[in-house]
T-cell receptor, first 114, second 114 residues
């Protein structure tokens, strides 16, 4: 079974600085998708960024980018120019191609210090 | 109203009560999900419905009974729960024929079992 591991329960960063959240996963499949979701306090979880495993280029969405290392099964999220609104729980998730089930990591709580 | 709406947002119940959680999506999706979010644990998939049919039951105890009358509505009926069932219950929706696999989440129903 696939598993997703986020080894950092909590992270903090100064406003305007850059922070990287780690995620590793375990799978025997070659075709899959990886996601980072953001869950602000008492608000709904939203998709931050998505990576298709068959794409070598790392996904980027404005200040958010990933470092996808397929061989190492690593999928880290980099947040540049951190803003107070980035404070949230961040979840890494995996989905096999053709499957509906998302497998989530334990989450990383990100605090932004003004 | 848009997105995925869950009611109630907060629920306190005794172990002998019967209550229900409701989820409604306005996104035109045809797949709906229940996830359980407990502190310091990964999100746990409970049930998946595609076109009103249950396609996955992740070994959930029978005290949780889902119902999906149509593709826009999903219920979770609760009876004789245990204190360890206290958690945030998240509803999500997506297209059943997964392309990108993105899930859209509601804000959750915070359940406390006394």
């Amino acid at each position: 079974a696939q598993t997703v591991t986020q080894s950092q329960p909590e992270m903090s960063v100064q406003e305007a600085e850059t922070v990287t959240l780690s995620c590793t996963y375990d799978t025997s499949e070659s075709d899959y998708y990886l996601f980072w979701y953001k869950q602000p306090p008492s608000r709904q979880m939203i998709l931050v960024i998505r990576q298709e495993a068959y794409k070598q280029q790392n996904a980027t969405e404005n200040r958010f980018s990933v470092n996808f290392q397929k061989a190492a099964k690593s999928f880290s999220l980099k947040i540049s120019d951190s803003q107070l609104g980035d404070a949230a729980m961040y979840f890494c998730a995996y989905r096999s191609a053709g499957a509906q089930k998302l497998v989530f990591g334990q989450g990383t709580r990100l605090t932004i210090n003004p | 109203e848009t997105g995925v709406t869950q009611t109630p947002r907060h629920l306190v119940m005794g172990m002998t009560n019967k209550k229900s959680l409701k989820c409604e999506q306005h996104l035109g999706h045809n797949a709906m999900y229940w996830y359980k979010q407990s502190a310091k644990k990964p999100l746990e998939l409970m049930f998946v419905y595609n076109f009103k049919e249950q396609t996955e039951n992740n070994s959930v105890p029978s005290r949780f009974s889902p119902e999906c009358p149509n593709s826009s509505h999903l219920f979770l009926h609760l009876h004789t729960l245990q204190p360890e069932d206290s958690a945030l219950y998240l509803c999500a929706s997506s297209q059943a024929v997964v392309a990108t696999g993105e899930l859209f989440f509601g804000e959750g129903s915070r359940l406390t079992v006394l």
